[in-house]
């Protein structure tokens, strides 16, 4: 049998920083298990590098690791433990080019606006690094979610702090009312294999492909759908209106990170509509500085710096603000407001955050305030709107007795609106989109004016039936309900209903608790058995279970990063997620700063937990079923012993808590009677962690509190790295004893 391996993905920020410090330790202690772990680069940076491979040096060429682990995930051995990683908009993808340019790697600049076919091709090469890059290529399996019992006992005893809701609050989400993609959505069931193409027809006669020919096959379900940015115009207008009426704070949720191509749009309409004296006013000028309101405030001010009309521009936009609605603040102490930039108002995070605050953001003082919340399309602006009306009528949950809502998520094989970036497109003109067979039949379209967003979403058969599957015997296996989260009125959802309750009928359902409900009465049905202490299994589409696996684990854990996230690959591998929550850019700043990560690495340790007894499994490897179990204990003591990042400097940081995992790991594992070999060989290892323990946390308390110099920010150097997360050369003595 060839040596067992994992895969263990290094990405960005602070999950980057991390790995530095604990990957010496699992690689260290699974050793003698025979276990060799792989470390494949997925970052941000890596995967510039990896697409530009005729820039570089024969020295600087790195291999395509993410489209070598897509194809791994198809593999039956495949055993992936995936790290957050940076989902880029166009200014961080911007940022990291600059920051490789400067490091002496000629790759290209991004051309937002490509003026001939050399830049057409390298944006073309950079869509593939854009927004949600990484996840549609891994997740060829659908999604088990859940807080691990030690986690969420954890919660129970030491519960975070809830913001107050009142019946009273003016907090409210405005959506559009028509013109969204919920109004104009279209669905069907494809009945036979074929292709398909994306063809506009303008009313001028001229027509352009879109996409070129691709498979369809029977069984899936495609969907096409157009957003109005008039109607979108509109609708924001109403809400500047209303929050300046209410006087009460506005803020925009989006998703720009992952819906590459339609959420920047979207966000640039509020900006510019907000703005719109500013933008009328100075039109000439911010067409000559390429001015792209997509990009947000921050852009616009760093594209300003210098010009004669600096001054006048900002004195404009402050007026704006003035006389407007009081935007809602990302970071009151530096000024970075809610319209700054795109991927700083990520949605599941950002509401998740305003739920858990009692219905309120920061403005610009620093104090909370009530928010009107901008979630345009009606698809998921039904979610947040029916739970901050639940918080009105019932006031805020309670995390002491709250019960768990673990989710299971369609989303192999690029399924809904996370796989639709390439058949998503700006209408180049008035006109109609069609999406049409190689027959030349129409299967779906959409009639639209110039700029509007066309989508159309795939979303495959096989993985439907796999999803169904794994809800059934989740909610089996827990003796817990689960509720399919579908939406009748939506034509997505219509479809996928039909194909839910046949499915269904393939499993034995005696003793389950099985419902499909429209999500606002999901919502207030789960609300209603949580408060009550029970748990519900949410059964959701993709887009739906981030915004769900954020919102429910911040609630009860007070963080979507301790969440087990586990996705059995639909060919018998397994990907291995650690938690969510994104990769923390405030924390590798901190780090930097001042020498202090407070990342914590609980997700890692759990997802480490579940790969390791995922392949004693598929691969009859006692040693790690004695390693998992022995996680699984050290996990415990690490929670219950609160060996947790603290908040504050001159406490354990990141990197104290990797130390105390590996001492209560070690003494499991010395501790065990299985297998005397591994017993003998981790004895030495405990008692020295055990005996110089007061002296390891020295040295390592001891490298707090200086500016960090790492070599850079997406694309660091790794000595200096090493050096900065090693600070401590008792343990890094001990842990190197193993090998």
């Known amino acids: 049998m060839s040596q067992a391996k994992i895969y263990y993905t290094l990405t960005d920020e602070a999950p980057m920083l991390a790995t530095h410090s604990f990957l010496p330790i699992v690689k260290a202690f699974t050793q003698p298990a025979g276990i060799e772990i792989a470390v494949p680069d997925i970052s941000l940076a890596g995967r510039i590098l990896a697409v530009f491979p005729e820039n570089l040096t024969e020295e600087q060429r790195i291999p395509d690791d993410l489209t070598a682990l897509g194809e791994l995930a198809k593999q039956p051995e495949a055993n992936i433990i995936k790290l957050p990683n940076i989902s880029a908009s166009v200014p961080q993808l911007e940022e990291a080019i600059a920051e490789l340019q400067q490091q002496g790697y000629a790759v290209p600049n991004y051309p937002s606006e490509p003026k001939n076919e050399e830049e057409n091709a390298t944006q073309k090469k950079y869509s593939k690094v854009l927004g949600s890059a990484v996840n549609p290529v891994l997740r060829e399996g659908n999604s088990d979610r859940r807080a691990p019992k030690s986690v969420k006992d954890y919660a129970k005893a030491n519960p975070h702090r809830m913001g107050e809701w009142k019946a009273d609050s003016k907090t409210e989400v405005a959506h559009m009312e028509s013109g969204d993609f919920y109004d104009t959505e279209n669905s069907v069931t ?28 029977a069984g899936e379900i495609i969907d096409s759908s157009l957003m109005s940015l008039r109607s979108l115009r509109t609708s924001v207008q109403e809400a500047i209106e209303k929050a300046k009426k209410n006087d009460i704070l506005l803020s925009a949720h989006l998703k720009a990170t992952m819906m590459k191509i339609s959420d920047p749009v979207i966000f640039g309409v509020i900006v510019e509509t907000y703005f719109k004296e500013v933008f009328e006013k100075y039109q000439e000028t911010f067409r000559k500085l390429d001015i792209n309101p997509n990009f947000g405030l921050a852009t616009l001010y760093e594209k300003i710096s210098g010009h004669p009309q600096e001054n006048e521009i900002k004195a404009d936009i402050e007026k704006a603000i003035e006389q407007g609605p009081r935007i809602a603040m990302v970071n009151s102490d530096q000024g970075i407001t809610n319209f700054h930039v795109s991927s700083d108002i990520i949605v599941d995070a950002s509401m998740a955050a305003l739920v858990r605050g009692g219905g309120k953001m920061w403005n610009k003082d620093g104090k909370e305030e009530d928010t009107l919340c901008i979630i345009p399309d009606r698809t998921y602006a039904g979610f947040y709107s029916a739970i901050v009306a639940d918080m009105k009528q019932n006031g805020a949950i309670d995390p002491q007795t709250f019960g768990s809502v673990p989710n299971v998520g369609l989303m192999a094989q690029k399924a809904e609106e996370y796989g639709s970036h390439d058949k998503t497109f700006q209408l180049p ?52 309900p689960a509720i399919f989260w579908l939406d009748k009125e939506r034509a997505h959802d219509a479809q996928l209903i039909i194909k839910v309750e046949k499915y269904l009928k393939n499993h034995d359902l005696a003793g389950a608790d099985i419902r499909i409900m429209d999500v606002k009465d999901a919502v207030k049905e789960t609300l209603r058995r ?20 954020d919102m429910f684990p911040i609630l009860e854990l007070g963080t979507s990063a301790k969440m087990l996230s586990i996705v059995p690959l639909m060919n018998g591998g397994g990907l291995f997620e650690t938690g969510a929550g994104g990769s923390a850019p405030k924390h590798i700043e901190q780090f930097i700063e001042e020498g202090y990560l407070r990342w914590d690495s609980l997700g890692e340790f759990l997802a480490l937990q579940a790969s390791l007894e995922h392949l004693a499994q598929t691969q009859d490897n006692e040693k790690a079923m004695i390693l998992a179990q022995a996680l699984d204990a050290a996990n415990a003591e690490f929670l219950k012993e609160d060996k947790s990042p603290s908040r504050k400097l001159g406490g354990i940081d990141n990197r104290g808590s990797h130390f105390y995992l590996a001492m209560y790991w070690a003494e499991a594992l010395s501790q065990q009677t299985q297998n005397h070999d591994l017993a003998e060989k981790f004895k030495p290892v405990a008692e020295a962690m055990r005996a110089r323990e007061a002296q390891i946390n020295e040295e390592l308390i001891g490298a707090q509190g200086k500016a960090q110099e790492i070599g850079g920010y997406y694309h660091p150097d790794s000595s200096k790295l090493n050096t900065a997360m090693r600070p401590s050369n008792t343990l890094n003595g001990i842990i190197s004893s193993l090998q």
């Open 190 to 217: 494809v009945d036979h294999d074929g292709r398909f193409r994306i063809v506009f027809y303008g009313n001028d006669g001229k027509s352009t492909v879109l996409k070129d020919f691709a498979p369809l096959k």
């Open 530 to 549: 949580g408060r009550e202490g029970q748990d519900t299994i949410s059964v959701s589409g993709n887009v739906l279970r981030d915004y769900l696996t």
């Open 429 to 480: 003109a008035d006109g109609t989109v069609k999406v049409e067979n190689e027959n030349g039949e129409t299967l779906l379209q959409q009639k639209g004016e110039k700029g509007d967003i066309f989508r159309m979403c795939q979303t495959k058969d096989a993985p439907i039936q796999d999803w169904v599957k794994l809800a059934v015997n989740r909610a089996k296996l827990s003796n817990t």
